[in-house]
């Protein structure tokens, strides 16, 4: 039996889907060195992956979502250098910033427990 998603988890799994769509399109903003091409289409890749799972989670309650969180923290973790790299414009750091943050709530969401309500 499927249990529905939570409020929360619906929210972080939206969020998911939002964060993986902006992977999709840093392909197509990138000017090659901010991030370089070949980050951008990793990123481009993993949410294109991402979202495919965001679509099957969404129509199948009971699907995990274990591949889907690893995918979008795989994501977070290309941002990383950013915040070690020198040259890396500030815009850029602040992308990589919220983009890292946006992740983990994403992840916690989308990772808390569903309730199953049961009736006599």
Same mark, same amino acid.
């Given at each position: 039996?499927?249990?529905?998603?939570?409020?929360?988890?619906?929210? $972080?799994?939206?969020?998911? $889907?939002?964060?993986?769509?902006?992977?999709?399109?840093?392909?197509?903003?990138?000017? =090659?060195?901010? !991030?370089?091409?070949?980050?951008?289409? *990793? +990123?481009? #890749? %993993?949410?294109?992956?991402?979202? *495919?799972?965001?679509?099957?989670?969404?129509?199948?309650?009971?699907?995990?979502?274990?591949?889907?969180? $690893?995918?979008?923290?795989?994501?977070?973790?290309?941002?990383?250098?950013?915040?070690?790299?020198? $040259? #890396? !414009?500030?815009? +850029?750091? *602040?992308?990589?910033? #919220?983009?890292? #943050? *946006?992740?983990?709530?994403?992840? %916690?969401?989308? =990772?808390?427990?569903?309730?199953?309500?049961?009736?006599?």
């Amino acid at each position: 039996m499927n249990v529905p998603y939570t409020h929360a988890q619906q929210s $972080g799994l939206a969020l998911l $889907g939002l964060l993986s769509l902006a992977d999709i399109a840093l392909l197509f903003l990138t000017n =090659g060195e901010h !991030p370089p091409y070949s980050v951008a289409a *990793l +990123a481009a #890749v %993993l949410g294109l992956a991402s979202m *495919l799972l965001v679509v099957k989670a969404f129509r199948d309650p009971g699907r995990p979502i274990r591949l889907l969180v $690893g995918l979008r923290v795989l994501s977070a973790l290309t941002n990383l250098p950013a915040f070690f790299l020198t $040259g #890396v !414009p500030g815009p +850029a750091r *602040l992308a990589a910033a #919220v983009t890292v #943050v *946006l992740t983990g709530a994403g992840v %916690l969401l989308a =990772g808390s427990p569903r309730t199953q309500v049961v009736t006599p």
